[in-house]
T-cell receptor, first 113, second 113 residues
Framework: AQSVTQLDSHVSVSEGTPVLLRCNYS??????LFWYVQHPNKGLQLLLK??????LVKGINGFEAEFKKSETSFHLTKPSAHMSDAAEYFC???????????FGQGTRLTINP | NAGVTQTPKFRVLKTGQSMTLLCAQD?????MYWYRQDPGMGLRLIHY???????AKGEVPDGYNVSRLKKQNFLLGLESAAPSQTSVYFC????????????FGDGTRLSIL
């Protein structure tokens, strides 16, 4: 069965420094992978998605993620953090039947001034 | 563009009471989902629907029922509320597959006393 592990429950960086949120997945097939962001008291918003077209995926707000099959990873990065990036981030994988999603437990990103 | 609308946004119930949460989408999406979000546990799928008149169980279906009588609406029912069902509930929809991005509502905060 597919699963997702977000390696850090909380990441704290200073404004203007790089952001790295780590995600490993387990899947016996070629999955679709997503990163979603959730700001306080809001629903989830899609940041980016990987669906086998290109291994480096660019998303909104300067975020990008690289799909590495050999490492079963899909880490999220941003070169320079902004205060507005403070939120909860979820790494997500689609199930084999493409009917459901499996969510990681989330990483809370804090940005220090 | 309303997207996904959840009603109500907040509710407090007493143990044993019943209620229905309504999710409406105006994007003509086939797939709809109900999740619950609890601290440190990411989003867990309760029930989902892949089309009008269909429903299926997710990861945590016990204590909940759903109906999809109209394509645009997906109802989540609690027949006899329990304190363990205190949570934030999110509805989402996607066009025709879990490989497509899911669009989320802003959530319903439900407290069971």
């Amino acid at each position: 069965a597919q699963s997702v592990t977000q390696l850090d429950s909380h990441v704290s960086v200073s404004e203007g420094t790089p952001v790295l949120l780590r995600c490993n997945y387990s899947s016996s097939y070629s999955p679709s992978l997503f990163w979603y962001v959730q700001h306080p008291n809001k629903g989830l918003q899609l940041l980016l998605k990987y669906t086998s077209a290109a291994t480096l995926v660019k998303g909104i707000n300067g975020f990008e993620a690289e799909f590495k099959k050999s490492e079963t990873s899909f880490h999220l990065t941003k070169p320079s953090a902004h205060m507005s990036d403070a939120a909860e981030y979820f790494c997500v994988v689609s199930d084999q039947g493409a009917q459901k999603l499996v969510f990681g437990q989330g990483t809370r990103l804090t940005i220090n001034p | 563009n309303a997207g996904v609308t959840q009603t109500p946004k907040f509710r407090v119930l007493k143990t044993g009471q019943s209620m229905t949460l309504l999710c409406a989408q105006d994007m003509n999406h086939e797939y709809m989902y109900w999740y619950r979000q609890d601290p440190g546990m990411g989003l867990r799928l309760i029930h989902y629907s892949v089309g009008e008149g269909t429903t299926a169980k997710g990861e945590v279906p016990d204590g909940y029922n759903v109906s999809r009588l109209k394509k645009q609406n997906f109802l989540l029912g609690l027949e006899s509320a329990a304190p363990s069902q205190t949570s934030v509930y999110f509805c989402a929809s996607s066009l025709d597959s879990a490989k497509r991005p899911q669009h989320f509502g802003d959530g319903t905060r439900l407290s069971i006393l």
